[in-house]
Nanobody, 124 residues
Framework: QVQLAESGGGLVQAGGSLRLSCAVS????????MGWFRQAPGKEREFVAA????????LYKDSVRGRFTISRDNAKNTVYLQMNSLSPEDTAVYYC?????????????????WGQGTQVTVSS
């Protein structure tokens, strides 16, 4: 059974940084494409970033490109989301998601497996 476990969320002031981690167990991580999504209160879940399992191919939501960086460590079965220059608009529950195969996507339905989420709150 695949399990995804996020960590690293918390409360930070505007302009600050956080690094989220997502540890994956139960499958071969090196052939598992990963994504980060977020959901703010009263809003739909939205794509944030994704990374393929080969060649480090990445995708980003326009509003986070240049501030957020997604990366993965296949030796640790972990994907990261480094978030810099945070603003209150980034406040949300952040979820990691995974799918088998090389293709990455920006829609939630592209991903079969999900973590429980970690809260990120940015104060102004």
């Amino acid at each position: 059974q695949v399990q995804l476990a996020e960590s690293g969320g918390g409360l930070v002031q505007a302009g600050g940084s956080l690094r989220l981690s997502c540890a994956v167990s139960g499958r071969t991580f090196s052939t598992y494409a990963m994504g980060w999504f977020r959901q703010a209160p009263g809003k739909e879940r939205e794509f944030v970033a994704a990374i393929g399992w080969s060649f480090g191919y990445t995708l980003y939501k326009d509003s986070v490109r240049g501030r957020f960086t997604i990366s993965r460590d296949n030796a640790k079965n972990t994907v990261y989301l480094q978030m810099n220059s945070l603003s209150p608009e980034d406040t949300a529950v952040y979820y990691c998601a995974g799918r088998g195969g090389p293709r990455i996507g920006t829609n939630a339905y592209d991903y079969a497996d999900w973590g429980q989420g970690t809260q990120v709150t940015v104060s102004s």
